[in-house]
């Protein structure tokens, strides 16, 4: 987790990833996807890039517990 905050916007990455190491999701703002509606909001699963809203730390950790809750 990784929130920097600026008078007039903030910085974040959230990742959650496997005890191998191995990414499963990272939510962040970096401005390198501009072809997405959502940019700069993005998450990263697995391979794939896709659009996302402006998250926080709760609605990860809400987004893992869904998951987790989730058969395969």
């Given at each position: 987790m990784r929130e920097l905050l600026f008078?007039?916007?903030?910085?974040?990455?959230y990742q959650w990833q496997a005890t191998s190491g191995e990414t499963l999701i990272r939510w962040d703002n970096a401005a390198h996807h501009p072809e997405l509606p959502t940019h700069p909001y993005h998450k990263h699963v697995g391979a794939d890039?896709?659009?996302?809203?402006?998250?926080?730390i709760e609605d990860v950790l809400d987004e893992i517990g869904v998951q987790?809750?989730?058969?395969?």
């Open positions: 008078p007039d916007h903030s910085k974040y990455s890039v896709v659009g996302s809203i402006r998250v926080s987790l809750r989730t058969p395969c």
